[in-house]
């Protein structure tokens, strides 16, 4: 085994893996920044995944695939908006309520997906932009060039998304809402159509990062696919302290870490050293805890994060 080769499939790897928790996390950043608490984006994610994988099966184009996800995610996002900031349900309620029924939902259908196949199909996957040749570059090139589009979409928005955030009047009221909205309706802003905005793009982000897992490398759908990863793109609003662009470098972290775990299972088989295999899967989510003990006391959420909003309470 070349230590080159191994390097280049782990760098491939884990850019492509840390995709769907960079989308999923600036989801996240645009609905606790309006001060409203999203776990159901684990929920969103998963049944975005099989939203963007029968879309694909069923037209044969990865971008309805791709819309579909987007379509399911932002009216998932659109029932929490309703239930926590109309109707001011507990917000982890919410949230968790969405994670059960997207998880009961897609193992309902999922034997309907696949029926009258034989097998499972694999679906069209995001294209790769640059020519195969520039893929074998060392470092550069599993790192960059023998990325799916999507990847690039996702650096694409972590990017617009800071600018936005930081350089514009509604990014300012935005911000603004989830730590003063009192003082936001008192400027004359609608305060309900920014937590609206807020988590409705949050699930819209949730269902395109759901796609991204399915249509970047697998092409498959699989019961509970997303396996936490909604959970620890949660993580990484905490550790990017709120900004798009620091949450995308927190996701190319656990990222790196999930694809290591991975090459670290075979490794110990090829080298017939005996790790369980259930230690080695543990491994990115006890990074997630060991960032998240670090970081507390030093990061500042939206200060009404997890708050219901009263207009008559002031």
């Given at each position: 085994?070349?230590?080159?080769?191994?390097?280049?499939?782990?760098l491939?790897?884990?850019?492509?893996?840390?995709?769907?928790?960079?989308?999923?996390?600036?989801?996240?950043?645009?609905?606790?920044?309006?001060?409203?608490?999203?776990?159901?984006i684990?929920?969103?994610?998963?049944?975005?995944?099989?939203?963007?994988?029968?879309?694909?099966?069923?037209?044969?184009?990865?971008?309805?695939?791709?819309?579909?996800a987007?379509?399911?995610?932002?009216?998932?996002g659109?029932?929490?908006?309703?239930?926590?900031?109309?109707?001011?349900?507990?917000?982890?309620?919410?949230?968790?309520?969405?994670?059960?029924?997207?998880?009961?939902?897609?193992?309902?259908?999922?034997?309907?997906?696949?029926?009258?196949?034989?097998?499972?199909?694999?679906?069209?996957?995001?294209?790769?932009?640059?020519?195969?040749a520039?893929?074998?570059?060392?470092?550069?090139g599993?790192?960059?060039?023998?990325?799916?589009?999507?990847?690039?979409?996702?650096?694409?928005?972590?990017?617009?998304?800071?600018?936005?955030?930081?350089?514009?009047?509604?990014?300012?009221?935005?911000?603004?809402?989830?730590?003063?909205?009192?003082?936001?309706?008192?400027?004359?802003?609608?305060?309900?159509?920014?937590k609206?905005?807020?988590v409705?793009?949050?699930?819209?982000?949730?269902?395109?990062?759901?796609s991204?897992?399915?249509?970047?490398?697998?092409?498959?759908?699989?019961?509970?696919?997303?396996?936490?990863?909604?959970?620890?793109?949660?993580?990484?609003?905490?550790?990017?302290?709120?900004?798009?662009?620091?949450?995308?470098?927190?996701?190319?972290?656990?990222g790196?870490?999930e694809?290591?775990?991975?090459?670290?299972?075979?490794?110990?088989?090829?080298?017939?050293?005996?790790?369980?295999?259930?230690f080695?899967?543990?491994?990115?989510?006890?990074?997630?805890?060991?960032?998240?003990?670090?970081?507390?006391?030093?990061?500042?959420?939206?200060?009404?994060v997890?708050?219901?909003?009263?207009?008559?309470?002031?």
């Amino acid at each position: 085994m070349e230590i080159s080769s191994v390097i280049h499939n782990w760098l491939l790897s884990a850019v492509t893996m840390a995709t769907p928790i960079i989308l999923v996390g600036i989801g996240g950043v645009f609905t606790e920044r309006t001060g409203i608490f999203n776990i159901g984006i684990e929920g969103t994610m998963l049944a975005g995944a099989m939203a963007a994988v029968a879309g694909a099966l069923f037209s044969g184009s990865v971008w309805v695939g791709t819309l579909c996800a987007m379509l399911v995610g932002g009216l998932l996002g659109l029932v929490h908006a309703y239930l926590t900031v109309t109707r001011r349900a507990n917000q982890i309620v919410s949230g968790a309520a969405i994670n059960l029924f997207a998880l009961g939902l897609t193992n309902l259908l999922y034997g309907p997906l696949y029926e009258g196949f034989d097998y499972r199909p694999r679906v069209a996957l995001y294209p790769k932009l640059a020519p195969e040749a520039w893929h074998e570059i060392p470092i550069i090139g599993p790192l960059i060039f023998a990325q799916p589009v999507i990847v690039w979409i996702a650096i694409a928005i972590a990017l617009t998304a800071t600018w936005v955030l930081f350089n514009t009047s509604w990014g300012l009221n935005i911000r603004a809402v989830g730590d003063h909205p009192h003082a936001v309706a008192t400027a004359g802003v609608s305060v309900f159509r920014l937590k609206y905005t807020g988590v409705i793009l949050s699930g819209i982000f949730a269902g395109l990062g759901g796609s991204a897992l399915v249509l970047a490398e697998l092409g498959l759908f699989g019961p509970n696919l997303t396996a936490g990863r909604g959970f620890i793109a949660l993580a990484t609003l905490a550790v990017g302290n709120w900004n798009p662009t620091r949450v995308m470098a927190a996701g190319l972290f656990f990222g790196a870490a999930e694809a290591l775990q991975l090459r670290a299972q075979t490794w110990s088989q090829t080298f017939g050293v005996n790790i369980p295999y259930q230690f080695l899967v543990m491994v990115p989510y006890i990074l997630t805890i060991i960032a998240i003990a670090g970081l507390v006391g030093r990061t500042k959420p939206p200060k009404t994060v997890g708050q219901s909003y009263d207009p008559d309470i002031v």
